[in-house]
């Protein structure tokens, strides 16, 4: 393991934690994975996407839906896994008013992908390998409604049935940051492959984390799993106070009970919800009425040559197409709408060596304008062909960058585009001598002082006056010409 975050406790002694991640994505496919029924049911009325088969109604048989296996191979493929050619559909049986069947088709000894890898940016900013032992694919669970009726509990059936991929890391990493920039890169690969949406929010990515921590040199500890976390902020703070709880118990001499925690958003802890049940309470089985997924290496072939770029693809392309630092493609890649968008945007610049200032905008101002009006990018009315005219305007300099920030502000409310912003407000820059001139003298009669300063030697001077006469201007003088006039009036007072 490339890195290991040590963290000491009030008691001084240092720990090291240990996580590995469960990630249920829900599978991109028109219908669920053993029947007809529309997968897309969130939102939807309780039990309209519901088919016999989704409520165990007997003598119903499950279809595999071929697509989600794939699915299940494309993210496979993506990072570098072993695909079954063999996998076997087993039962995994819990009694469950949510799980009418009384079991779950999942796979247990051998899933669809084994053994996997994802790069993830550690707190030094290195890439750090997270090994996958496998993904499987499994069958959703319906929900129940407890706050329907103060005597009765309902249960809405839409989400049986509906595919899942779950993704199971090692216990490779070692704080809670690394397991956030986890799950945002699984998630933003799966996005690319088109595999899951993964928006926690809908309920299409759930991350059971399991956690330990131990004394350095030691084996691995005793894990808690935090169950069903759907929110990245939550999940954050749930192993923080997962993993501080853990390191109080075992310096007051306790130890740690393998069990199920649920975390508590309103108090900020973690509380048990069962102990942990052992795979043999499942009775796991291969599910008589589902023969083995078998899959042809030509069909594996044929997924691997078809599928997207992913995006440290992206990431090497922006560094070496467009000149673009590491850190600005790490930034650009990790959302597919905003990357298409900074490729369409220098799509339309005239210079491509203008890509940089492009990326320099887009996670610079465009960036900081989103996150102050709390707008999401999706709703942005910026068009990528008026903030390529802008970058242009910025990189020919007729416009200077705080003119350029005051048309991209009028650009964010608006939509318009920026030669109409500039004509309607006279924004455009002034490189015209005569008024640059002035703009000159006027400063130049008001600092008599530091003009002074200036002819005897204080060369420092010169920016400040740069700045004076921009702001004379009202940012509307060319910065070239303010520095050629400026040097030759100030030659002219020596
Ligand atoms: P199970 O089959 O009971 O779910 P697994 O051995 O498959 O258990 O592990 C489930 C998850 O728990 C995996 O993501 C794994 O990396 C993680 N894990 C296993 N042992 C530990 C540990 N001691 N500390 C933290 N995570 C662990
Ligand atoms: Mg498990």
Redesign the pocket.
């Known amino acids: 393991m490339s890195s290991v975050s040590l963290m000491s406790s009030p008691g001084s002694e240092t720990f090291e934690t ?5 990630v249920h994505a829900q599978i991109v496919s028109q219908s669920k994975l053993f029947s007809g029924s529309s997968s897309q049911v969130f939102g939807k009325e309780p039990n309209t996407c519901v088919s016999f088969l989704d409520v165990a109604m007997p003598g119903m048989l499950p279809t595999l839906n071929g697509e989600c296996v794939d699915q299940a191979i494309r993210l496979g493929l993506a990072i570098s896994g072993t695909i079954s050619l063999v996998s076997v559909l087993d039962r995994k049986h819990y009694f469950y008013p949510d799980n009418p069947a009384g079991y779950q088709i999942s796979q247990y000894q051998k899933p669809v992908v084994q053994d996997g890898t994802l790069q993830i940016l550690n707190a030094e900013k290195a890439w750090k390998t997270i090994r996958i ?2 993904i499987h694919i499994e069958q959703d669970a319906g929900k129940s409604m407890h706050d329907q009726d103060p005597h009765k509990s309902y249960v809405d059936f839409n989400r049986a049935g509906v595919g899942l991929m779950e993704i ?5 990493l070692s704080n809670p940051d690394e397991v956030i920039d986890y799950v945002k890169r699984l998630r933003c690969l799966m996005r690319y492959l088109g595999v899951c949406y993964g928006d926690m929010e809908k309920g299409q990515l759930r991350v ?1 984390a ?3 921590v ?1 004394r350095p040199g030691e084996g ?4 808690v ?1 935090l169950k069903n976390m759907n929110s990245l902020r939550f999940l954050h703070s749930a192993l923080n106070y997962e993993i501080r709880r853990q390191i109080g118990e075992i310096e007051n001499g306790g130890r740690i009970v393998q069990e199920t925690r649920t975390y508590d958003p309103a108090s900020g802890k973690t509380r048990p919800m069962r102990t ?4 043999d309470d499942y009775f796991y089985f291969p599910d008589p009425d589902l023969t083995p997924v078998v899959i042809s290496s030509e069909h594996v072939q044929a997924i691997a040559s078809s599928l997207p770029e992913t995006p440290w693809a992206k990431h090497a392309r922006f560094v070496q197409v467009y000149g673009l630092s590491d850190y600005d493609a790490d930034l650009l890649v990790q959302d597919l709408d905003v990357s298409h968008f900074f490729e369409h945007v220098v799509s339309f610049l005239s210079d491509p060596a203008w890509a940089k200032l492009a990326a320099n905008w887009i996670l610079g101002e465009f960036f900081a304008t989103l996150n102050r009006t709390n707008t999401p990018f999706s709703d942005t009315q910026i068009q990528p062909e008026n903030m390529a005219a802008l970058i242009q305007a910025v990189a020919n300099k007729t416009l200077s960058n705080l003119l350029a920030k005051e048309v991209f502000g009028i650009m964010f409310e608006t939509g318009e585009n920026p030669e109409k912003i500039m004509k309607q407000r006279g924004l455009v820059q002034v490189s015209n001598q005569e008024d640059v001139q002035n703009w000159i003298c006027t400063v130049l009669n008001r600092e008599k002082d530091n003009v002074s300063a200036y002819l005897s030697g204080k060369d420092k001077l010169f920016a400040f006056f740069v700045g004076q006469v921009m702001k004379e201007s009202k940012g509307k003088a060319n910065p070239q010409a303010i520095q050629e006039l400026l040097v030759e009036s100030l030659e002219k007072l020596k």
Request: no cysteine.
């Open positions: 240990v996580i590995g991640l469960e032992q496998r199971v890391s090692h216990p490779d059971d399991n956690v330990s131990r691995l500890g005793t894990r799993e942990k049940e052992v795979a």
